[in-house]
């Protein structure tokens, strides 16, 4: 198995879905700079599973700084024009809060760790 741990700031508000096996499931993008560099940041595709993405959807806004660690996993899709497609996602096994963007509500305690 495959880890990656990394830190970065979500893109974008974390949005609550359900499977149709019934299991609750967020996908986040989160940018991580590289120290030292002016390149563009990497994005990163984390997806929380279960209390961690309720959890996600109810407490976590864009921008908000998170440390992430969990499973690489491939997906793959077809795209419109009928290719298979590839990418590689992050299941979170653990995934930490850190400060809300400038101007954001207060964050909670943050030594309280996101549910796994």
Not at 25 to 53: E, F, H, K, M, N
Request: proline share 5%.
């Amino acid at each position: 198995m495959l880890t990656l741990t990394g830190n970065g700031r979500l893109t974008r508000k974390p949005q609550l879905r359900e499977t149709t096996s019934g299991a609750t499931v967020t996908t986040v993008s989160i940018a991580s700079s590289r120290r030292g560099s002016d390149d563009d940041p990497i994005y990163v595709d984390l997806v929380l599973w279960d209390a961690q993405a309720a959890f996600a959807a109810e407490h976590l806004i864009k921008g908000q700084a998170v440390t992430f660690s969990g499973r690489l996993e491939p997906r793959q899709w077809t795209d419109r024009d009928g290719n298979t497609r590839t990418s590689i996602e992050v299941h979170a096994v653990e995934l930490e809060y850190g400060a809300k963007p400038r101007g954001a509500a207060a964050a909670p305690d943050a030594s309280e760790e996101v549910p796994a």
